[in-house]
């Protein structure tokens, strides 16, 4: 039997469109493997959001040379976002890689099939993209340029994708899009996204709803009531911000004030008292003063989040940022913003997680990891505990009696 190997780097998209890759390849008679020097089938889904990203694409791309030339015979495939329209670059670079092909494609090689192909055994937590690419063009983003224009799926489509992820094992699914928030406006009935998550919450043996990732500028008030009203939908918001300072806001082309983010903040807060909000931050975007720097901390301060992400800028060729823009942040003045603000998140998180010392917080169990039990709570809050017991896949209270910025641990 042939085997084939799958390596993912990056969002949560490309662990779900590898995932369908694995699906079809299975269906096809291949076996998957762990080692790469045993497969006859090697694909490399890639991500270039990050310099770092990418380069760890290229150092895998180039410890796979020699494996080719050792063995021509392998069939060696790289997709995600790395792939672009100039196949032909791509070709003179890489002359090793027998095929490209393009974020949510499937390898020209093979025929495509009538269905998606769907995880045979899901996690009980899946990921279920409802809307490819985006409109926004923010400054910095090479996303659009790769993924393409907004594309959105029709929801009988969805609902019944997630029917069927639920009839082979899943619990929660996650729904994702670079902006869920525009789902749907290319559909012939213009449906939108909470009335998407309308449909699914009447899906049955389906225990949780998420999405990823909001839009500040799109964001409506229809979606937050139907997430306070849902009772699938989780109390937890990616709404990535991305920097403090009005000025900056604008030269990466966001669309939206610090003082709007904060009112719609405000709105969801308002409306779903017990929700748990995260964001993104970039420091050192191009002409980022010391005093924007500190506008985001600021920020950071008030609000309040309960998990950020925050990344160093780094130029991304092809956008409008690293076309118009000095990259004149020292490299060593960014790494030093970085650290500020992880320290200043650490400690925010440390706090607001403290305060869930001693309460009992249901989880949806995901597997083991170094003999203890994980999930998370509605508010994606991970949680571990010690069981000798079966819990995979089920619902579980736990009291928890130990916190820490990043993770809690309790017993049943």
Known sequence: MPKYHIWTIGCQMNKAESERLASRFEELGYEATDKVDEADLIVLNSCVVRQSAENRVVNKLSILKSLKKAKPEITLALTGCLV???????????PHVDHFFKAGDYPPWLEKPDALSLPHHPSPTAFVTIIQGCDNFCSYCIVPYRRGRERSRPIPEIAGEVRELVRRGAKEVTLLGQNVDSYGHDLPDRPDLADLLAELDEIDGLVRLRFLTNHPKDMSLKLIEAIARLDKVCEMISLPVQAGSDEILRVMKRG??????????????????TVAVSTDIIVGFPSESENQFRQTLDLLSETKFDTVHIAAYSPRTGTAAARDFEDDIPSDEKKGRLKKAELLQEKIQTE???RLLDKTMEILVEGRNRGKWYGRTRTDKLVFFSSDKDYHGQLVKIRIEKTSPWSLQGKI
Do not use: C, F, M, W
């Open 84 to 94: 672009n329209a100039d196949t032909d670059r791509l070709h003179r670079s890489y």
């Open 352 to 354: 607001i997680n403290a």
């Open 256 to 273: 939206y004030t610090v003082a709007q983010y904060r009112e719609l903040v405000g709105q969801i807060r308002e409306k779903i008292p």
